[in-house]
């Protein structure tokens, strides 16, 4: 299982560095969560297009960066995220009208597309995607900030998903990636990775908790090889 450090508790007087550090601890793939100060229940906002820019700028082309919008308007905004360099836009099932049309409208452009629902949002709002996603994002928190305990019920959810892509990819389908986000730490992250995890998006495991990111990492790395 992989590891992507979400960019939303950081240091943004630091964020340079932090990038830095992250990068040189051999991490490639970066997670962005954006909030619009509108969607989330707790009405934060965290940042848009502009930093996402340059944090595209300090990690060069080669890094992979999701922005995770947990935005109102997803179907009218997602292309100043392209612009902005993602290689990946994850939008939320429950606030985007015509799903399907954003994916084709994300493909058109040149990025994957990934869908991501909230812990109480059943997997049934999500499978007809999957033949055309790159990517399933379940929450196992409620999104809005970082820090928040894991919510252990959605492995339920993620074992469908991952029951679902197999039996897809075995059919010759696509074989989106499945992704975890919210409480991931080194206690619980060979759990997840047992239910079916490819990605787990880690916040405040990586980048808040005691240790440099590149100590944060091994501890996962080590718990995942036990
Ligand atoms: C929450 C975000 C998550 C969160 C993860 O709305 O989508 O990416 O920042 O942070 P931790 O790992 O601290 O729960
Ligand atoms: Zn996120």
């Known amino acids: 299982m992989e590891v992507t450090p979400s960019i939303l508790t950081v240091d943004f007087c630091e964020l340079g560095r932090t990038l830095d550090e992250a990068a040189a601890a051999g991490i490639n793939w970066f997670h962005m969560d954006v909030m619009d100060g509108n969607w989330v229940v707790n009405k934060t906002i965290t940042f848009g297009p502009a930093l996402i820019r340059s944090a595209r700028e300090r990690l060069g082309p080669e890094a992979f960066i999701d922005c995770h919008l947990m935005v109102n308007n997803a179907e009218e905004s997602w292309d100043q995220y392209v612009d902005a360099g993602v290689d990946m836009v994850i939008a939320h ?71 679902a892509i197999d039996s897809q990819e075995e059919a010759g389908g696509k074989s989106p990636i499945l992704m975890i986000d919210g409480g991931i730490k080194d206690h619980n992250a060979a759990t997840v990775s047992e239910w079916g995890i490819d990605i787990a998006v880690v916040g405040s495991g990586l980048i808040n908790d005691s240790g440099t990111i590149a100590e944060n990492l091994e501890s996962i790395h080590l718990a995942l090889a036990k």
């Open 93 to 163: 099932i429950e606030a985007v009208e015509d799903f399907p049309r954003l994916i084709e409208n994300l493909h058109s452009a040149g990025v994957q597309a990934g869908c991501v629902l909230n812990p109480d949002t059943p997997v049934e709002a999500v499978m007809p995607l999957l033949p055309e996603l790159d990517l399933v994002l379940v929450m196992s928190v409620v999104p809005g900030k970082g820090g928040q305990s894991f919510m252990p019920e959605v492995e339920g959810k993620v074992r469908a998903f991952r029951a």
